[in-house]
């Protein structure tokens, strides 16, 4: 059974930084790209960017290049989502999914159960 | 960036009705690459359909993909009290990033 475990609940004061992950298992995790989707409180669904665990191979939205970092460490089976100072506008729940296929062209299949980021002072 | 819109914000109908909601690209999105998605309060989102029209594993029947081009559709025949939640569509077909719609509820009435 595929299975993508996420890290706990954060609560962050603004300026700090924040590593959160996303475990997978039940399949060849090098296999498979692994993308962060944001969802704000009380709104919409938002791509980030997805990562090719396999050769690290990494894609970001416009909108999110440079104000996070995707990575994933294979020999765990983890792909990570990195803030190197948070700010009160990165609350939100943070979900990581999984593609069905290798192409990066891809819906999500598989989801997380999510992660909530709270950042306040 | 492909802009998806989706109408209406809000439908209220009721349980055995049909339910139709759209889902408007900002341009044609390749291969029909569009997924529904489908999320409950507390829930992380479930996928529905993908490739417009095909529906994924463990999804009723009662739940139809369509469309191609710039205009889709997803349609439920018949409300269950379970289908009441928030649907989202995205395209994953063009060039990054592969883009949500804004979401429609779907509400009792």
């Known amino acids: 059974e595929v299975q993508l475990v996420q890290s706990g609940a954060e609560v962050k004061k603004p300026g700090e930084s924040l590593k959160i992950s996303c475990k997978g298992s039940g399949y060849s995790f090098t296999s498979y790209w692994i993308g962060w989707v944001r969802q704000m409180p009380g709104k919409g669904l938002e791509w980030m960017g997805i990562?090719?665990?396999?050769?690290?191979?990494?894609r970001y939205s416009p909108s999110f290049q440079g104000q996070v970092t995707i990575s994933a460490d294979k020999s765990i089976s983890t792909a990570y989502l990195q803030w190197s100072s948070l700010k009160a506008s990165d609350t939100a729940m943070y979900y990581c999914?999984?593609?069905?296929?290798?192409?990066?062209?891809?819906?999500?299949?598989?989801w997380g159960q999510g992660t909530l980021v709270t950042v306040s002072s | 960036e492909i802009v998806l819109t989706q109408s209406p914000g809000t439908l209220s109908l009721s349980p055995g009705e049909r339910a139709t909601l759209s889902c408007r690209a900002s341009?044609?999105?390749?291969?029909?690459?569009l997924a529904w998605y489908q999320q409950k309060p507390g829930q992380a989102p479930r996928l529905l359909i993908y490739g417009a029209s095909s529906r994924a594993t463990g999804i009723p029947d009662r739940f139809s993909g369509s469309g191609s081009g710039t205009d889709f559709t997803l349609t439920i025949s018949r409300l269950e009290p379970e289908d009441f939640a928030v649907y989202y569509c995205q395209q994953y077909g063009s060039s990054l990033p592969y883009t949500f719609g804004q979401g429609t509820k779907l509400e009792i009435k």
């Open positions: 990562i090719y665990p396999g050769d690290s191979d990494t």
């Open positions: 341009q044609s999105v390749s291969s029909s690459y």
């Open positions: 999914a999984r593609t069905p296929t290798k192409h990066s062209s891809s819906w999500f299949h598989y």
